[in-house]
């Protein structure tokens, strides 16, 4: 089936999704970004080469460093985010087969667990 125009818009799921990546993408930009900055006032400290690029050149070497890293951790966002939801959709698989297991035995006449119907609990 087609996905139908603007449908991404009432997915939640792809959405949420969206955002962590583009919170990733953002603090890798800082982050890179502020490690290029520091990386670039060294070498314009120590390098006559570093000195004598361009101003235009210079800019598009910081660019790149926070460009490389708002990929990397948006990526690394997305990848954390794509465990975690299945992580969630495995614990709830499993505790819907858990709740037919118990209520089985409970058709069958066995309490839950933690049921007391059978058993009284001495209090100390």
């Known amino acids: 089936m087609m996905r139908k125009h603007a449908s991404l818009t009432k997915d939640e799921e792809t959405n949420a ?4 990546a583009v919170r990733g993408a953002g603090w890798g930009a ?20 570093y000195r004598g690029l361009t101003i235009q050149f210079k800019i598009y070497i910081q660019m790149s460093g926070m460009i490389l890293g708002s990929m990397i951790e948006a990526d690394k966002r997305m990848v954390g985010y794509e465990h975690m939801i299945r992580h969630q959709k495995r614990l709830a698989r499993d505790m819907e087969v858990w709740r037919k297991y118990e209520e089985e035995f409970e058709n069958k006449g066995t309490p ?3 049921s007391e119907s059978e058993v009284t609990r001495k209090e100390p």
């Open 30 to 49: 800082f982050k890179w970004g502020t490690f290029s900055v520091v990386a670039g006032g060294v070498a314009y400290a120590l390098s006559p080469i």
């Open 17 to 20: 999704a969206a955002w962590e």
């Open 112 to 114: 839950g667990v933690g």
